[in-house]
């Protein structure tokens, strides 16, 4: 009893950490998306509202003038631009903050994994199941793009018991076709007269031994056909 609550509980405690990280991930693309959108929506704004550049052949009619207009252009420019840098920033940000949820994400289900398969928490053992259940998934089809973007430990665990189900399959396979393919049987002959009546007294003496002995020795001496 107390291990099966044991397994409820961190099973409870697995699902629970799952919603929380799915959650998390879901709160971060919402914020992230409203603050690279507001930082857009203020650029937007702002290059609408940006002066003309000067033309240059103002610097030689009116350098003051284009000195001016030129100095407010720039500054625009430089309003915008540090928008931008806040909006790639943002990003940046959410993006490590992803990577961080990725992260955390991978490593529950990785203990997951070890606890089903304890081969896995080994370099050796963890490559073999890997391959066997990439190869059984490229197998049915999928890509290894696809394979890049599955993290449940319970779908590596069905491609890899799928390998083993497809491995006895193919045996199961070569094993009636070598059996269709194999000549008829000859019956063996016996031999007659003397010789025969000869073999089945020994034949008898030697089912008498074994019967007292048991022995693994007496009974090969035994002629069952």
């Known amino acids: 009893m107390s291990e099966l609550k044991l397994g409820y509980m961190r099973e409870r405690d697995y699902r629970y950490k799952t919603q929380e990280t799915a959650n998390r991930g879901r709160t971060l693309d919402a914020m992230t998306t409203r603050v690279t959108n507001t930082v857009k929506g203020i650029a937007s704004y702002l290059a609408e509202r940006l002066p003309t550049e000067p033309p240059r052949q103002l610097a030689y009619q009116n350098p003051a003038e284009y000195t001016r207009q030129k100095a407010m252009y720039d500054d625009g420019l430089a309003n915008i631009s540090q928008i931008i840098e806040l909006a790639n920033d943002s990003t940046a940000v959410a993006g490590e903050l992803a ?54 430990h319970r779908l590596f665990g069905l491609a890899y018991y799928a390998r083993i189900g497809m491995q006895a399959e ?47 020795k007496d009974a090969l001496l035994v002629d069952f056909d």
């Open 170 to 216: 193919q045996a199961k396979g070569k094993a009636l076709t070598k059996v269709n393919n194999a000549p008829p049987a000859t019956p063996k002959a016996r031999p007659s007269g003397g010789a025969s009546q000869q073999q089945v007294r020994k034949n008898k003496e030697a089912m008498q031994r074994l019967s007292k002995s048991g022995s693994i």
């Open 99 to 152: 990577s961080s949820v990725t992260e955390e994400t991978l490593q529950s289900e990785s203990e997951r994994l070890a606890q089903v398969f304890p081969q896995t928490t080994k370099d050796e053992g963890r490559k073999a199941f890997f391959d066997q259940a990439f190869s059984a998934a490229r197998e049915l089809g999928f890509s290894d793009q696809e394979l890049k973007t599955v993290t449940d």
